[in-house]
């Protein structure tokens, strides 16, 4: 049955990724972050990607470490593996791991690399503005996202994308190529990436939080950018309240921040243009439209929002 492999992967954007290779080739060894605590009891929990493969029967490991664990890496060496492929695995791989499998490591990447290298590119290339991007498989080598392209596709980002909606898009695409990849082990055709690239970071609470000097276009691709997790928001008399949807406006000048009018939506000036919210959440409540929120705080015109 195929190809005789290893899959590194954690979170949910992954499982999709090994559910196509185990209908095409033989998945003889999961390896997933190790469990962590969850929920109000803190239950240790494992990530999605190891819920479902011990479901299903398939060996999973959940190593703390990579580096310097013998006992992991004769486990490796043991299962005669053609190939390894990662998907958002959330460690960097050592050398001596590597050179394992006969084939190596693929690794899908949805980005246009040596673009946004890291663990949140989708999310800094919405951030940022980008109206094109693409999905890699790469050969992974011991950097983080330096190896060599084995395929790419491009495409264009659609105006108002969220990083939920633009990575499964990259993901669907991206398993398409590992999946022709993989039928081609003994004929592939690497390209070197150039040694300089742009790093996207994991995302912080605080890069959710609306910069209303930035432009509204700005303000808009991080909103954009920032979903599901950490979200938009802003806080308005010591409370953070979040934006589930908003738009771009055309409105007056006005200080960044101030509430200029409250109509179908709460309109705010940016520093440049400005911003309709729409839909919010405020801390510890139900999500409700923004008109709504802003009669219930006695919200108007020339607030300040922070």
């Known amino acids: 049955m195929g190809r005789r492999l290893a899959f590194f992967g954690s979170p949910a954007w992954a499982l999709p990724v090994l559910e196509a290779l185990c209908q095409h080739h033989e998945v003889a060894l999961v390896v997933t972050q190790p469990d962590k605590p969850a929920g109000r009891g803190l239950r240790l929990t494992p990530c999605p990607v190891a819920a479902w493969a011990e479901a299903r029967g398939l060996r999973v490991e959940k190593p703390a470490r990579l580096r310097k664990n013998p006992e992991f890496l004769a486990l490796f060496q043991s299962l005669g593996l053609e ?53 890699c498989i790469m050969q992974t080598d011991a950097g983080m996202d330096t190896g060599p392209i084995l395929a790419r596709w491009r495409t264009p980002i659609g105006p108002d994308e969220t990083a939920v909606e633009l990575s499964e898009r990259l993901r669907a695409k991206g398993i398409e190529l590992l999946l022709g990849l993989l039928e081609n082990l003994e004929h592939l055709n690497p390209s070197p990436q150039p040694p300089q690239g742009t790093h996207a970071p994991m995302l912080r609470k605080e890069d959710g939080r609306i910069r209303w000097a930035d432009s509204a276009a700005a303000i808009y691709n991080r909103h954009r950018g920032v979903q599901p997790w950490p979200g938009s928001w802003f806080s308005f008399q010591g409370r953070r309240v979040q934006v589930l949807r908003m738009r771009k406006e055309d409105l ?43 009669r219930g705080v006695r919200l108007l015109p020339g607030a300040e929002l922070v």
């Open 83 to 135: 190939v390894a492929v990662t998907a958002a695995y959330g460690k960097i791989l050592p050398a001596e791991l590597l050179e394992v499998p006969e084939y190596g490591f693929l690794n899908l990447h949805p980005s246009d690399l040596p673009k946004y290298r890291g663990p949140a590119p989708v999310q800094w290339t919405l951030i940022n503005g980008e109206t094109e991007t693409a999905v």
């Open 252 to 294: 007056p000048p006005a200080s960044p921040g101030t509430v200029v009018g409250i109509g179908e939506g709460v309109m705010v000036a940016a520093g440049e243009g400005g911003i309709a919210l729409l839909e919010v959440k405020p801390e510890g409540r139900r999500p409700m439209p923004a008109a709504d929120w802003a």
